[in-house]
């Protein structure tokens, strides 16, 4: 799999849709930043039409290998929340949407980096059914899975494929969460939020704030066609149903700063913490994962070519 070397240059007009000085400043306090309009329309025609695509079966490639812990819904797990990993690398109509300049510029900006890659990226496919537990996303943060990333400025961009508001079980941020100090690491908080109780989530997500003195003030992302939401590593945010009478559909692009390396992540009993990419991603000199392999981990913009 090869892609072509992306010029990491922004038109005049696409310059003016950055964060502004006191959006990074305002993202550095919150945690979370709604941006300007990043996708035309016809992009997300593309973005829809493709996924469409993806769910009657196309693949590009499929991974070489199936990871530890690979969300990958099918139609045998019926009408439920589909969750798929990886889009990036197995559909090319997808990637090249995701791997637009502009989105990695956006990052750099809130990040205070002068590299964006991708990390990972998952195809959402929320169906309108308020009674179907797996439509409710309990409050988490993503750092949480990421214990074996060297990274503290990882960010998420949510990319809706249609307005996206409170109806349709939006992602809502907890405003500022990104800035507690945590009562004590749990060998769980590496799990899944799938694989965990909902109620043990929302205690956590209680404690942790008693502990910081701090309000759980929860903010709804109401997300324009075209608009992305991104969001600290360390923010703790979640979804509730969908009950507009719609799918919501979206992807969820994770992304990493150039700074981003692998390590090690013992759990108490030693046992190694594995995320998927490192049964993948190729190795470095030392042997370790190389989290900046460009085929799983292409790179979205690089400071310098473009100021």
């Known amino acids: 799999m090869s892609h072509p070397q992306p010029d990491f240059k922004l038109t005049e007009d696409e310059k003016a849709l950055l964060p502004t000085d006191e959006e990074v400043r305002d993202y550095a306090e919150h945690g979370w930043y709604l941006s300007r309009k990043l996708f035309t329309d016809d992009e997300i025609d593309m973005l829809t039409a493709a996924s469409d695509r993806f769910y009657a079966g196309h693949r590009d490639r499929t991974l070489p290998v199936r990871p530890p812990r690979l969300a990958y819904w099918t139609p045998g ?9 990886y889009v990036h690398y197995e ?4 990637a ?3 791997r637009k300049p502009l989105i990695g510029a956006v990052a750099a900006r809130l990040a205070q980096a002068e590299e964006i890659r991708v990390f990972q990226a998952t195809l959402i496919y929320k169906p309108p059914r308020p009674d179907e ?4 996303v309990p409050w988490h943060f993503d750092k949480h899975y990421w214990a074996t990333c060297s990274s503290q400025r990882m960010l998420t961009a949510f990319v809706p494929f249609h307005d996206c508001g409170d109806e349709m079980g939006t992602i809502t941020m907890i405003d500022g969460s990104h800035r507690w100090r945590e009562t004590g690491g749990r060998d769980s908080a590496t799990r899944h939020f799938a694989e965990r109780d909902r109620c043990e989530l929302e205690a956590m997500l209680e404690e942790n704030a008693r502990h910081n003195g701090a309000e759980v003030l929860k903010v709804p992302m109401r997300i324009p066609r075209g608009h992305v939401s991104f969001h600290h590593c360390r923010t703790y945010h979640g979804s509730g149903a969908n009950v507009s009478g719609w799918p919501r559909r979206a992807i969820s692009l994770h992304l990493q700063d150039g700074a981003n390396t692998y390590v090690r992540h013992e759990l108490s009993d030693g046992s190694e913490v594995v995320y998927n990419h490192d049964v993948l991603v190729r190795r470095t000199a030392d042997g370790r994962p190389d989290y900046a392999d460009p085929v799983f981990c292409p790179t979205l913009w690089a400071a310098g070519s473009d100021g």
Do not use: C, P, T, Y
Request: glycine share 4%; no cysteine.
């Open 133 to 136: 537990a797996s439509n409710v």
């Open 96 to 98: 090249a949407i995701l």
């Open 77 to 85: 797990d019926g009408d439920v929340q589909r969750h798929h990993d």
């Open 91 to 94: 559909d090319d109509r997808i």
